[in-house]
């Protein structure tokens, strides 16, 4: 049986797929962020504290020169000032300890939240081909791009302390000398300026580095799929020059991206040495409007010595949420045809052992109440089943036909036909654009769902067996007793 569709063609005579509804970049990360706010608020409070607290040793390096000039303004004694730098010191690592703790549970947590949806939606969605290319380079969504949207909320909880750091010292620098701050942190301000003008050049240079890694993964999948094929072919010399080939693609892309990338971190943390020479050269030229001395000339040398770090992390952290946003386009993809909301819908994970107790609702019905809610076999039905491959143009339409309980059918035809398109349409394996399944009678919303063991087994033609014992290749993870085995 075969068929060629009416469907309009793209400029490659394949049937576009439908548009995969996302949601905006920035209503993904709000989502995420919900998945477990109290974690994340304690999250923001302690890694806030933790940026902000080096505002105090610049502060205290002032005081300390100017004491040594007779200027200082506090009467502080040595032991004051020891405390005060050892009471710094002992509860800034204290607050780096529980900070690690928490952000390692809501990192992982979300890595975890994502990849968890993605797979779910990967076996129990609709249809079988739920990838949108290779399954290696499926592998390159689940690592890589899950990995860049837990390193961007690592630059959204850590932006806040570091944000607040920059206010402080700006307030504190200005306040010793106004004319000096603007000059010094004007550059820094350039550089964070032309960050975000160049973001739209930083996100596509991510995604080309993405794809071209993806079709690496996918390439080698492939190898190992049809090693056989390449032997018997004596195909060996060209298969590795096609891959050397795709390698380089990879390689061309990623010295971009990278590129770009370290560009933009090396401007923002060369800034500080530039800003502590500007200093120089106001403090050397008598411009600063009013008396430098040697405890304010150490306060802004203390801050700039850090604020090029601080700087820099909030340029990265601009570029990286241009960036971030192809990679929830990349994961989106993988669950074509699911809700908008469906990658980041909060689920229960269990990762937090016994002080944290997560139950794990089973929303499966048992064996015997979904045997008992659609009754035992008594006729299936296909009615106008229709799926055309977009590929080729060929397929099955309008295809009907009945089988009752106890008959053994067989459906035959020359190579291509359609029989196995018909077999995967009719179970859900292919989603058919037209007609409809029952089963005694009933109409089968979900095929992918309903059929499915008990219900249903299903061979395929070249099945796909995992590394272990044959028992749990039949189980499939399920237990031996409820089973059946």
């Given at each position: 049986?075969?068929?060629?569709?009416?469907?309009?063609?793209?400029?490659?005579?394949?049937?576009?797929?439908?548009?995969?509804?996302r949601?905006?970049?920035?209503?993904?990360?709000?989502?995420?962020?919900?998945?477990?706010?109290?974690?994340?608020?304690?999250?923001?409070?302690?890694?806030?504290?933790?940026?902000?607290?080096?505002?105090?040793?610049?502060?205290?390096?002032?005081?300390?020169?100017?004491?040594?000039?007779?200027?200082?303004?506090?009467?502080?004694?040595?032991?004051?000032?020891?405390?005060?730098?050892?009471?710094?010191?002992?509860?800034?690592?204290?607050?780096?300890?529980?900070?690690?703790?928490?952000?390692?549970?809501?990192?992982?947590?979300?890595?975890a939240?994502?990849?968890?949806?993605?797979?779910?939606?990967?076996?129990?969605?609709?249809?079988?081909h739920?990838?949108?290319?290779?399954?290696?380079?499926?592998?390159?969504?689940?690592?890589?791009?899950?990995?860049?949207?837990?390193?961007?909320?690592?630059?959204?909880?850590?932006?806040?302390?570091?944000?607040?750091?920059?206010?402080?010292v700006?307030?504190?620098?200005?306040?010793?000398?106004?004319?000096?701050?603007?000059?010094?942190?004007?550059?820094?301000?350039?550089?964070?300026?032309?960050?975000?003008?160049?973001?739209?050049l930083?996100?596509?240079?991510?995604?080309?580095?993405?794809?071209?890694?993806?079709?690496?993964?996918?390439?080698?999948g492939?190898?190992?799929?049809?090693?056989?094929?390449?032997?018997?072919?004596?195909?060996?010399?060209?298969v590795?020059?096609?891959?050397?080939?795709?390698?380089?693609?990879?390689?061309r892309a990623?010295v971009?991206?990278?590129?770009?990338?370290?560009?933009?971190?090396?401007?923002?943390?060369?800034?500080g040495?530039?800003?502590?020479?500007?200093?120089?050269?106001l403090v050397?030229?008598?411009?600063?409007?009013?008396?430098?001395?040697?405890?304010?000339?150490?306060?802004?040398?203390?801050?700039?010595?850090?604020?090029?770090?601080?700087?820099?992390?909030?340029?990265?952290?601009?570029?990286?949420?241009?960036?971030?946003?192809?990679?929830?386009?990349?994961?989106?993809?993988?669950m074509?045809?699911?809700?908008?909301?469906?990658?980041?819908?909060?689920?229960?994970?269990g990762?937090?052992?016994?002080?944290?107790?997560?139950?794990?609702?089973?929303?499966?019905?048992?064996?015997t109440?979904?045997?008992?809610?659609?009754?035992?076999?008594?006729?299936?039905?296909?009615?106008?089943?229709?799926?055309?491959?977009p590929?080729?143009?060929?397929?099955?339409?309008?295809?009907?036909?009945?089988?009752?309980?106890g008959?053994?059918?067989?459906?035959?035809?020359?190579?291509?036909?359609?029989?196995?398109?018909?077999?995967?349409?009719?179970?859900?394996?292919?989603?058919?654009q037209?007609?409809?399944?029952?089963?005694?009678?009933?109409?089968?919303?979900?095929?992918?769902?309903?059929?499915?063991?008990?219900?249903?087994?299903?061979?395929?033609?070249?099945?796909?067996?995992?590394?272990?014992?044959?028992?749990?290749?039949?189980?499939?993870?399920?237990s031996?007793?409820?089973?059946?085995?």
């Open positions: 049986m075969s068929a060629v569709t009416t469907e309009r063609r793209d400029q490659r005579g394949q049937t576009p797929s439908p548009a995969t509804p949601l905006t970049t920035r209503q993904y990360l709000w989502r995420l962020l919900r998945y477990d706010p109290a974690l994340f608020i304690i999250n923001l409070i302690l890694w806030t504290l933790e940026h902000a607290a080096p505002l105090l040793p610049g502060l205290l390096a002032g005081w300390f020169f100017s004491a040594l000039t007779g200027n200082a303004p506090w009467n502080l004694g040595v032991w004051t000032l020891v405390a005060l730098v050892t009471a710094a010191g002992v509860g800034r690592a204290a607050i780096f300890a529980g900070g690690t703790v928490t952000w390692f549970a809501y990192y992982f947590g979300m890595q939240l994502l990849r968890r949806n993605m797979f779910s939606w990967v076996m129990r969605g609709p249809g079988a739920r990838l949108p290319d290779s399954s290696g380079e499926a592998m390159s969504r689940f690592r890589d791009d899950v990995d860049e949207v837990s390193r961007a909320f690592e630059n959204l909880v850590d932006i806040w302390g570091i944000g607040l750091y920059v206010v402080g700006f307030i504190i620098m200005a306040h010793i000398n106004a004319l000096v701050t603007v000059i010094v942190l004007a550059p820094f301000m350039a550089v964070l300026l032309a960050t975000n003008l160049a973001g739209g930083l996100a596509r240079l991510r995604r080309d580095n993405r794809e071209a890694a993806g079709r690496v993964t996918g390439f080698i492939e190898i190992f799929g049809a090693a056989q094929a390449v032997k018997v072919a004596g195909a060996e010399a060209r590795v020059e096609r891959f050397r080939a795709v390698n380089e693609t990879r390689r990623a971009r991206d990278s590129t770009a990338t370290a560009l933009v971190q090396t401007v923002n943390q060369g800034m040495g530039i800003a502590t020479g500007l200093v120089l050269l050397a030229l008598r411009v600063t409007g009013t008396d430098f001395t040697l405890g304010d000339f150490a306060t802004f040398v203390t801050y700039l010595a850090g604020l090029s770090w601080q700087m820099s992390f909030i340029g990265a952290t601009i570029a990286r949420l241009r960036q971030v946003g192809v990679s929830f386009d990349r994961m989106s993809a993988v074509t045809g699911a809700e908008p909301e469906a990658l980041v819908k909060p689920a229960a994970m990762l937090y052992g016994s002080w944290r107790r997560e139950e794990q609702p089973d929303d499966r019905p048992t064996r109440a979904e045997m008992a809610a659609a009754g035992a076999l008594a006729t299936l039905e296909a009615r106008g089943l229709t799926y055309i491959h590929t080729t143009g060929r397929g099955i339409a309008r295809v009907s036909l009945a089988v009752k309980r008959q053994f059918v067989v459906v035959t035809g020359r190579i291509g036909a359609g029989k196995t398109t018909l077999l995967r349409a009719l179970l859900g394996l292919t989603q058919a037209a007609g409809e399944t029952r089963w005694n009678d009933a109409r089968v919303e979900n095929p992918a769902t309903f059929f499915t063991p008990p219900r249903v087994a299903y061979t395929s033609q070249a099945p796909r067996l995992f590394s272990e014992s044959l028992r749990d290749n039949v189980l499939l993870g399920d031996p007793e409820a089973a059946d085995l």
